[in-house]
């Protein structure tokens, strides 16, 4: 057989999907799965969306503009004054996706072999983003003791080489719900400035935030019209995941144009996609307002459960829809599967993501899942119930293994 790559042979299976066969059996034997693995929002897209696309006037489902329709680009573009961002239209890119604006982001910033300081534990497609075109995530930890905020500069710096060309952050982030604060932003612009670094921030969460923290994002931040690349999403803001609609959002015109030859490679983002996305961004402001008092509700829910179950930390959570959770395990890798394999509650059990695949550094994250708030608050609580009843089992069984393992026999 021919070889593959050694790219594709390295590259890390989803942790957010790699569980997925063990779910799908549970399933047929008939347990119902409570999803908290994936950032799948349960809110129903706006009526808006279908109506753009139900009452759309087309013979031919052509290709657009590699860039993006202009009539979606100036909308975006619209969204970003609104919050108060002085964007044209010619520095957004539509892109299939959030994921792919982070290709594009990342193919046009850094060469094979070039080194991208992300802190961790990460949105775990990072890696995969970076192995595609062989650059290194150098890793910056951040503790669950902390409640993931960043470091010092000092720490950055210990890790920019001659090879570091940009840093990445989340905010608000996934896996970790912080949103930071702008001195945290100020500090990432000095160390930018310092070493002529990009500072690319994936704000697809941006209206994911609560208790009154504000998001501010990297765009405002003076001085960095250069460096500044944000890569957004109608995932998780419209509840749209399936359209496939996401933008890079740049003042650095040389970038753009880099970024646009890319997009033209490709030909173009989805069509009908564009076509709800256009109509989603005209929804007034008002309309995240519900959105977001039901997930400040389900994290309060998740919260006070999830400190319920003995030897459970949470830290604080601010935004996006995650949470990393400590369990008193010692492989949540091994738990996680176990849960869909061998335990069921009520004839239903938990699918959650396993803490490692957050981390580059080896060995972090092994007793840490990372759960999404995805569901309504009835589900998140029997949920929870279940997870707390699979938790002693878990205990309960490894006891007893490890008891029977030391048996003389
Ligand atoms: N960035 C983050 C932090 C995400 O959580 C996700 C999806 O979960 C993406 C990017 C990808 O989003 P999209 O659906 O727009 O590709």
């Known amino acids: 057989m021919p070889q593959i790559s050694h790219r594709a042979e390295i590259l890390p299976a989803s942790p957010i999907r790699k569980l997925v066969p063990y779910a799908d059996a549970a399933r047929q034997r008939g347990t119902h799965v409570y999803h908290l693995n994936i950032g799948q929002p349960d809110i129903e897209t706006p009526q808006t969306f279908w109506d753009a696309i139900r009452n759309v006037d087309m013979k031919v489902v052509a290709y657009s503009h590699s860039a993006g329709n202009l009539g979606l680009r100036k909308g975006i573009a619209k969204y ?8 044209a239209s010619d520095d957004v890119l539509v ?18 072999g070039d080194e991208i300081i ?14 595609l075109i062989d650059a290194k995530v150098v890793p910056l930890t951040t503790r ?19 090879r570091t060309r940009a840093i990445l952050i989340c905010n608000p982030g996934n896996p970790t719900g912080i949103i930071y604060p702008q001195e945290t932003l ?15 921030s994936d704000e697809v969460y941006r209206e994911f935030a609560y208790d009154g923290y504000v998001h501010r994002s ?9 460096h500044a690349i944000v890569t957004d999403s109608i995932s998780k803001r419209f509840s749209a995941c399936g359209a496939r609609i996401g933008a890079v959002i740049t003042r650095n015109q040389t970038l753009m144009g880099a970024i646009l030859k890319m997009a033209q490679a490709r030909l173009s983002p989805p069509g009908l996609g564009q076509l709800g996305a256009e109509a989603l961004y005209q929804l007034p402001p008002t309309y995240f307002d519900s959105i977001a008092a039901e997930y400040s509700a389900r994290r309060d829910l998740l919260l006070e459960r999830l400190r319920a179950i003995p030897g459970v930390t949470v830290p604080r959570v601010n935004g996006a829809f995650y949470a990393m959770v400590q369990l008193p395990v010692d492989d949540t890798d091994e738990f996680c599967r176990w849960m869909l394999e061998s335990f069921s509650y009520k004839g239903a059990t938990v699918m959650m993501a396993p803490g490692a695949g957050f981390y580059a550094t080896p060995g972090l994250g092994k007793n840490e899942v990372r759960v999404a708030y995805v569901l309504n608050q009835q589900d998140l609580y029997e949920a929870m119930e279940c997870l707390g009843e699979g938790i002693i089992a878990y205990q309960k069984m490894k006891s007893l293994a490890q008891h029977a393992a030391g048996q003389p026999t």
Do not use: C, M, W
């Open 80 to 87: 970003y004054n609104r919050i108060g961002h002085d964007i």
């Open 95 to 112: 892109t299939t996706g959030a994921s792919e604006a982070l290709q594009f982001i990342l193919g046009a910033t850094l060469n094979p």
């Open 118 to 131: 992300v802190p961790e534990p990460f949105y775990a497609n990072y890696l995969g983003f970076a192995g």
């Open 144 to 162: 669950i003791e902390d409640s993931f905020a960043l470091p010092d500069a000092e720490a950055f710096k210990q890790l920019i080489t001659p």
């Open 186 to 200: 100020e500090l990432l612009r000095d160390i930018v400035l310092e070493h002529d670094l990009f500072l690319i």
């Open 218 to 226: 990297v765009l405002g931040l003076e001085g960095l019209e250069d």
